[in-house]
Antibody, heavy 120, light 106 residues
């Protein structure tokens, strides 16, 4: 059974930093690209970032480029999102999501999310 | 690439045929997926490649379209289908989602 479990969310002040983690199991982690998608309270889905299976290809939404860094540790089946210079508008539930293949492909499994709140 | 979904919300009854549209700001071939999200739940993949049903998804869901115009159709709305539906383009980065269509009970 595929499982994606996010952690690391919490309350942080504007300008602060936070590192999200996603522990993956139940599939061959090294064969799939991974993504972060966020959802602000009461709002729609916003794609944040993608990383290919071997971290050869990394992409970001314009809204987080230069502030967020996606990474993965294939030896530990883990995905990360380092978030710096956080803003109030970054407040959201952050989902870790698995692509169906390695490359641009639909998100077939999602974690339950971790809430990030940016507030003074 | 911007995705515009319409309507943003709709009210329908059980048994109704429901159609949701998603328009891309430029051609995306068939690189479009649809997701369903129920309140307090995680998004679920319904359809990919514009018209391919994800495993385990009921056949009352169908997708069509290519280029810039796409539709998600629920042939006979069931109580468990009341949710918000999102399209997502997979043609180019940055990947984008539509704004969502909330399907409510009439």
């Amino acid at each position: 059974e595929v499982q994606l479990v996010e952690s690391g969310g919490g309350l942080v002040k504007p300008g602060g930093s936070l590192r999200l983690s996603c522990a993956a199991s139940g599939f061959t982690f090294t064969s799939h690209s991974m993504n972060w998608v966020r959802q602000a309270p009461g709002k729609g889905l916003e794609w944040v970032s993608s990383v290919s299976s071997r971290s050869s290809y990394i992409y970001y939404a314009d809204s987080v480029k230069g502030r967020f860094t996606i990474s993965r540790d294939n030896a530990k089946n883990s995905l990360f999102l380092q978030m710096n210079s956080l803003r109030a508008e970054d407040t959201a539930v952050y989902y870790c999501a698995k692509e169906s293949t390695d490359g641009v492909s639909p998100l077939d499994y999602w974690g339950r999310g971790t809430l990030v709140t940016v507030s003074s | 690439i911007q995705l515009t979904q319409s309507p943003s919300s709709l009210s329908a009854s059980v048994g109704d045929r429901v159609t949701i549209t998603c328009r891309a700001s430029q051609g995306i071939s068939s690189y479009l997926a649809w997701y369903q999200q129920k309140p307090g739940k995680v998004p679920k993949l319904l359809i990919y490649a514009a018209s391919t049903l994800q495993s385990g998804v009921p056949s009352r869901f169908s997708g069509s379209g290519s280029g810039t115009d796409f539709t998600l159709t629920i042939s006979s709305l069931q109580p468990e289908d009341f949710a918000t539906y999102y399209c997502q383009q997979l043609n180019d980065y940055p990947l984008t989602f539509g704004g969502g269509t909330k399907v409510e009970i009439k």
